[in-house]
């Protein structure tokens, strides 16, 4: 397969590169095998969900449509949605914007020295107003930053600055599943010579044999992991630290004894530790896959066929004769995520929420409720915001909004 990127850093990884800039010659290094690992190879059913619905909103057609099921179709609705919803709230401060604009979709754009690139999956460009937005699609259920956060937008928004001359460009993440499913922020011409500027310096400092290797948040999401001297030696810290620091009764960690500072940095590291590890782990099976005595001490158990059954109506079909329709729904699981989807796909005259509270009244006392305990989660307000930061918008579009696809 050929690498559009052509080696270089790319805008969906210049984040982590910003925040790490060894990582790069790092990640060139890597066995073919590994270099595409990362969040996609975390979470493979959603690389396939992800790739079909950029696939549809690329080309659209009824048969890719169809092909998506109601949850692929909700998205796809979700990015049209809230795409024209982008492009209105823009052109209600900008008369006449995009009026005349040309739509690219799924472009590839490199800045005029060709040392960096950036996929947009769609820009709309309005040359006589010399105004441009891009917009990125999230499908998945691991939410990004917001527009104004986040660093693969502010190189999109660059790139199509540079690509067209452009002096304005707004530059928005579409991610259906999260509270704030389109944030937007404006980058003027100022703001795009800064961060142009910023981002050339960064293509020299990664050129550099000692660019140093920073462990963040971001060492999840890298090919590298598994190779990283610099992550791997701050796990092994992490766990040599907790056991000789503060040794419980078995010589382990006693977490009660540490101090809040001590706690919020250990979960800090332990995040990226457990990436290792993970990525380790993963690096352990493949070697024993190609070779059972390749890791002393550790073999693969043999694989097990796993049954399930794929289509329940069909299941159902045949063996009702032979069992009640109660001892069946009592084998059956049934998800209110997935039984809402459904609703909707079956009503789509009405809003998701609209369904959604329909449904529920109907179910009534077929549901029944229990209590998650809360998971741990950052505080956003305690993230350093990317310099500058400019002016971001947010909405929630939920109105139905023309269909320009
Ligand atoms: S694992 Fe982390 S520290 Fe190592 S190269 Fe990747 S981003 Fe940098």
């Known amino acids: 397969m050929t690498d559009e990127r052509q080696g270089r850093p790319s805008a969906s990884s210049m984040g ?3 925040q790490c800039p060894g990582s790069w010659r790092l990640c060139r290094q890597l066995p073919v095998a590994d270099k595409d690992s990362g969040v996609a190879a975390d979470d493979p059913d959603y690389l396939v969900f992800g790739n079909a619905c950029h696939d549809y909103m690329d080309r659209p057609t009824d048969a890719k449509y169809q092909a998506l099921g109601s949850e692929g179709q909700w998205m796809v609705d979700k990015f049209s949605d809230h795409f024209r919803g982008a492009i209105n709230l823009i052109a209600s401060g900008i008369p006449g914007a995009f009026e005349k604009g040309g739509i690219h979709k799924e472009i590839r754009l490199w800045n005029p020295d060709r040392t960096y690139s950036g996929q947009a999956d769609i820009a709309v460009v309005d040359q006589a107003l010399s105004l441009g937005a891009v917009f990125d699609y999230k499908s998945g259920r691991a939410l990004v930053d917001n527009a104004d956060q986040n660093y693969q937008l502010r190189v999109l928004a660059v790139l199509l600055a540079s690509n067209h001359s452009l002096k304005t460009v707004f530059a928005g993440i579409i991610q259906p599943r999260s509270a704030t499913p389109l ?4 980058y003027d011409e100022g703001d795009l010579q800064e ?6 310096e960064l293509m020299l400092a990664i050129e550099d044999p000692n660019a140093p290797l920073i462990p963040g948040d971001h060492c999840v999401f890298c090919p590298a992991k598994a190779h990283c001297p610099a992550l791997g030696g701050e796990s092994v810290a992490l766990v040599v630290d907790s056991g000789s620091v503060h040794p419980g009764s078995d010589g382990a960690m006693e977490a009660v004894s540490l101090q809040p500072e001590q706690l919020a940095a250990i979960m800090l590291m332990a995040k990226r530790g457990r ?6 782990e993963e690096r352990v099976k493949s070697m024993l896959r190609a070779d059972p005595g390749s890791v002393p001490g550790w073999e693969l158990s043999p694989d097990t066929e796993v049954s399930s059954i794929g289509d329940a109506a069909k299941a159902y079909e045949v063996i009702s004769d032979v069992l009640e329709p109660e001892a069946f729904a009592r084998a059956c699981k049934v998800t209110l995520s997935k039984l809402e989807d459904e609703f909707h796909a079956a ?3 009405h809003t998701k929420s609209e369904n959604k509270k329909a449904l529920r009244a109907l179910l009534g006392p ?3 409720k229990s ?3 809360g998971s741990l989660k950052r505080k956003t307000d305690e993230i350093p915001a990317l310099p500058p930061t ?5 909405t929630k579009s939920e109105e139905p909004l023309p269909d320009l696809r």
């Open 16 to 18: 982590r590169v910003f």
């Open 183 to 186: 944030t937007i922020v404006r």
């Open 195 to 200: 961060a142009a500027s910023e981002l050339d």
């Open 275 to 280: 990436a290792f590890l993970d990525a380790v």
């Open 347 to 349: 009503h789509p005259d």
């Open 366 to 368: 077929a549901i029944t």
């Open 371 to 373: 209590t998650r305990s």
């Open 390 to 394: 400019p002016v971001a918008i947010e």
